[in-house]
């Protein structure tokens, strides 16, 4: 007898099985808007979902890929096998603690409270995984907490930004964050990490290596004057939008920032800026950015990513490593070269 694994997906998780997506495209699910479907695709509102599945997925031979907001994701055409799970921003939750909160007595017990716990004014927002950047530092600017205004145009979730250490204009989010609690993909239980065991690096984080759910972010900011900190806000996303092609489908900058140079520099003297693959392109407007003119395909970013890399080694003799995130292709990271 074979088993309807929506239906046995649904009836061990405890949910509805309409809340289980069957064959969901998923372009619509990232912000460049390419790739194929998930077999199974949840964006779960309760935590008891979220701490099932990994259990869930291990016992039905499920692969499990956990999704932010998909703004730094492409996905191969073919799509992604197994249950994709999306924390979106239904699940988003903020809290500014108060000082007598277990939490903060806990980093103080285990004196984990980090540089910023001594200083005056110092203030802690506990995140859930689902939040937008953009709403968390607009809630701190609402209390005069300075830290988060770089982040603010930073387009992806507050999960995905931590697994990231997603960062802009000398912020990262390394800089905020003295907690997260994760769901270990393993074990299924409930693991806090603090500061330094975050292993943050230059767009890169533990997560990338356990492969753990991270449930909620705790972020410790500053208190500051809340006009300007507004300000330093629009003059962030000012730059952003003189700058970047914000009116086009994207994932954000294409490649990590090598050693010495810029990648979108080296890209533009190339002469690189409007080549096409298919519907690919090259951005005219900032040549670290690849935006989709319609129907690309992730064939189509792929192969293009491969051609700058190519050509930017031949001429510059400098190898570019992408940062954005290929998920589905049979080989690692859709096969493209990482550094060299
Ligand atoms: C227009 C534009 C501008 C951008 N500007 C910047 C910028 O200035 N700086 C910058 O750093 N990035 C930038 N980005 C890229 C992107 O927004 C960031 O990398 C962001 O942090 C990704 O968050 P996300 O929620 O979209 O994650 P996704 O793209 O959904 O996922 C990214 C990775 O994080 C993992 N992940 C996501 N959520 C979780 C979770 N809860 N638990 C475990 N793993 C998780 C995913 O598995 C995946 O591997 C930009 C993107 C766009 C489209």
Redesign the pocket.
């Known amino acids: 007898m074979t088993v309807d694994l929506r239906q046995e997906l649904a009836r061990r998780l405890r949910i509805p099985q309409q809340s289980i997506r069957r064959d969901e495209p998923l372009a619509p699910h ?3 808007g390419v790739g194929g479907p998930a077999d199974y695709y949840i964006a779960p509102q309760d935590a008891a979902t979220i701490h099932a599945l990994p259990a869930v997925c291990r016992d039905l031979g499920l692969p499990l ?9 492409v996905i191969a055409d073919s799509g992604l096998r197994g249950v994709v799970l999306q ?1 979106d921003r239904n699940s988003a939750d903020i809290r500014l603690l108060a000082p007598d909160d277990p939490l903060l007595a806990l980093l103080r017990e285990r004196g984990r409270g980090g540089h910023a716990a001594a200083a005056p004014g110092a203030a802690w927002l506990l995140a859930s ?2 939040t937008a ?1 953009g709403q968390l530092a607009h809630f701190a600017q609402r209390r005069s907490l300075t830290g988060l205004e770089a982040a603010h ?5 507050v ?3 931590v ?2 250490n ?3 204009y000398g912020f990262q989010m390394a800089d905020v964050v003295v907690m997260s609690r ?1 769901l270990e993909m393993a074990t299924g239980e409930v693991r806090a990490r603090f500061g330094a065991e975050h292993g943050f690096d230059y ?1 890169r984080s533990c ?2 290596d356990s ?5 909620d972010v705790l972020i410790c900011l500053s208190s500051g004057a809340q006009d300007e900190i507004l300000m330093r806000m629009r003059d962030f996303n000012e730059r ?1 939008r003189a700058s ?1 092609p ?1 009116d086009l489908p ?4 294409v490649f990590k920032r090598p050693t010495g140079h810029y990648a979108g520099k080296l890209i533009a003297e190339a002469g690189l800026q409007g080549t096409r693959v298919g519907d690919a392109e090259v951005s005219t407007k900032h040549a670290g ?1 690849i935006v989709n003119r319609g129907r690309a395909s992730a064939e189509d970013v792929r192969a293009l990513v491969m051609q700058i890399q190519q050509t930017v080694d031949r001429l510059f003799g400098v190898w570019l490593t992408p ?1 954005v ?1 290929f ?1 589905g292709w049979a080989e690692e990271n859709g096969g493209i070269p990482g550094a060299r």
Do not use: C, H, K
């Not at 890929?65 to 994701?73: D, K, Q, S």
């Not at 492969?211 to 449930?215: A, E, M, N, P, S």
């Open positions: 990232t912000s460049i890929t956990v999704f932010g907001y998909g703004t730094n994701l924390i995984s689902g950047l145009g930073i387009p992806g979730s999960g995905g930004a697994y990231m997603a960062g802009a994760a767009r997560y990338a492969g753990d759910i991270i449930l952003r970047q914000l994207s994932a954000g900058s950015f940062e995130r998920l």
